[in-house]
Nanobody
Framework: VQLQASGGGSVQAGGSLRLSCAASGRTISRSGMGWFRQAPGKERDLVSS????????YYVDSVKGRFTISRDNDKNTVCLEMNNLKPEDTANYYC???????????????????????WGQGTLVTVSS
């Protein structure tokens, strides 16, 4: 599956952005999906994930209450709505998909980097204070 993230940009603290991830090559309806971010000089970390049906979601503590992940399996897309952005949210954001059978058979949100196999190119989010 090929993934293309978009929607990044530059905003001031307190602003909002909506990231989108378009998948092609195969359906993502049987895949858990996730958004990662990588700030300069830091490791790539999972920010949020969603189960194949969308019923189950996960958020890292630092974004809880501010970010919302969603998916549209008919459109083969996953989105990340980001509100009340902070300078520490500045990073390249990547979407990713699981290909493991476990997440196809179980409607749970993936939590580990190793759960993901397909990665898209990043979209840059810059938040100024």
């Amino acid at each position: 599956v090929q993934l293309q993230a978009s929607g990044g940009g530059s905003v001031q603290a307190g602003g909002s952005l909506r990231l989108s991830c378009a998948a092609s090559g195969r359906t993502i309806s049987r895949s858990g999906m996730g958004w990662f971010r990588q700030a300069p000089g830091k490791e790539r970390d999972l920010v949020s994930s969603i189960s194949r049906s969308g019923s189950n979601t996960y958020y890292v503590d630092s974004v809880k209450g501010r970010f919302t992940i969603s998916r549209d399996n008919d459109k083969n897309t996953v989105c990340l709505e980001m509100n009340n952005l902070k300078p520490e949210d500045t990073a390249n954001y990547y979407c990713a998909a699981t290909l493991l059978t476990y997440f196809r058979l179980n409607d749970v949100s993936p939590r580990r980097s190793d759960d993901f196999a397909s990665w898209g190119q990043g979209t840059l989010v810059t938040v100024s204070s």
